[in-house]
């Protein structure tokens, strides 16, 4: 049983910055794909970011709405991931969630992701 727990969340101001965390336990963090999701009241859930493992550990893929301004990273000694977050906007404004997935390569959608946390909220103020 994998389980993920985020932490990192909290009020920020516009063009403030974030860091999430994301803590795996229950498998090797280097042998899944991560991703992070986030969902805003009445919306339904979007990818935010992914990255890949082992020889796609290089893979990064981002959606266009924060290409540039957010950074998923993961941490393989500590099975940790990351999404440090800057140039935050209203808009970020969300329950953000970590993810995992058994898949490799670039994987975006959220039904391709078995294991989620409990998400943690991210609030931008204008």
């Known amino acids: 049983q994998v389980r993920l727990v985020e932490s990192g969340g909290g009020l920020v101001q516009t063009g403030g910055s974030l860091r999430l965390s994301c803590a795996v336990s229950g498998r090797t963090l280097s042998t899944v794909t991560m991703g992070w999701f986030r969902q805003a009241p009445g919306k339904e859930r979007e990818f935010v970011a992914t990255?890949?493992?082992?020889?796609?550990?290089?893979?990064?893929y981002y959606a266009e709405a924060v290409k540039g301004r957010f950074t998923i990273s993961r941490d393989n000694a500590k099975n940790a991931v990351y999404l440090q977050m800057n140039s935050l906007k209203p808009e970020d404004s969300a329950v953000y969630y970590c993810?995992?997935?058994?898949?490799?390569?670039?994987?975006?959608?959220?039904?391709?992701?078995?294991?989620w946390g409990q998400g943690t909220q991210v609030t931008v103020s204008s």
């Open positions: 990255i890949g493992w082992g020889w796609n550990s290089a893979i990064r």
């Open positions: 993810a995992a997935s058994l898949s490799s390569g670039v994987v975006r959608s959220a039904a391709d992701y078995e294991y």
